[in-house]
């Protein structure tokens, strides 16, 4: 089983649309967690760090379930600038593969 | 403030040849990274550094080398290039592990390397 797994993806959706990612990890003993964003042929950047209370941010919101570990990411009210590849990483520096997004006029 | 710099971005190789990845960084972080990333397989760590004088191995660490002689400075080495490592490659770096920002990594744009 890999380390860190998240939805395969894409995920086509309409503008406005709400759409959530999931992400699920190996290691009971991970600390850390974020997500990152990925636009195409760019570099990976951070999008939010995903504490255990769950954290907003804007229209992106977190969500930490250590019982199953898994994270999760929602937007809402997708924008065609939400369009990326979604990364999970968790502590220290582990990358999924990440889910590709794109949102459609 | 530059944040972490990779040359070249693009590099056409033989079988075989050799070539240095370079990556540096001006934020003063100890952590620095190499990742290569190929189409459906996200980001896979080869090698890392906690401090200078210090390397270790990531996940797929073999057929490249790596040295930390600075904390600014953080090259990649491909000894005898093979088709294989056809991919884009990352350099990263970030704050100490026991530091409140522990967990961003700042990323270079990217290394585009094509092995024929």
């Known amino acids: 089983r890999k380390e860190v797994e998240q939805d395969p993806g894409p995920f086509n959706v309409p503008e406005g649309a709400t759409v959530a990612f999931n992400c699920t990890y190996s290691n009971s003993a991970s600390q850390s967690f974020f997500w990152y964003r990925q636009d195409c042929r760019k570099e990976p950047k951070l999008l939010m760090s995903?504490?255990?209370s769950g954290n907003e941010d804007g229209r992106f919101t977190a969500q930490l379930n250590r019982a199953s570990q898994y994270i999760s990411l929602l937007i809402r009210d997708s924008k065609l600038s939400d369009s990326a590849t979604y990364l999970c990483?968790?502590?220290?520096?582990?990358f999924g593969p990440g889910t590709r997004l794109s949102v459609l006029p | 403030n530059a944040g972490v710099t990779q040359t070249p971005k693009f590099q056409v190789l033989k079988t075989g040849q050799s070539m240095t990845l370079q990556c540096a960084q001006d934020m003063n972080h100890e952590y620095m990274s190499w990742y290569r990333q190929d189409p459906g397989m996200g980001l896979r760590l080869i090698h890392y550094s906690v401090g200078a004088g210090i390397t270790d191995q990531g996940e797929v660490p073999n057929g490249y080398n790596v040295s930390r002689s600075t904390t600014e400075d953080f090259p990649l080495r491909l000894l005898s290039a093979a088709p294989s490592q056809t991919s884009v490659y990352f350099c990263a770096s970030s704050y100490p592990r026991d530091s409140p920002n522990t967990g961003e990594l700042f990323f270079g744009e990217g290394s585009r390397l094509t092995v024929l």
């Open positions: 990483v968790v502590t220290n520096f582990v």
């Open positions: 995903v504490y255990s």
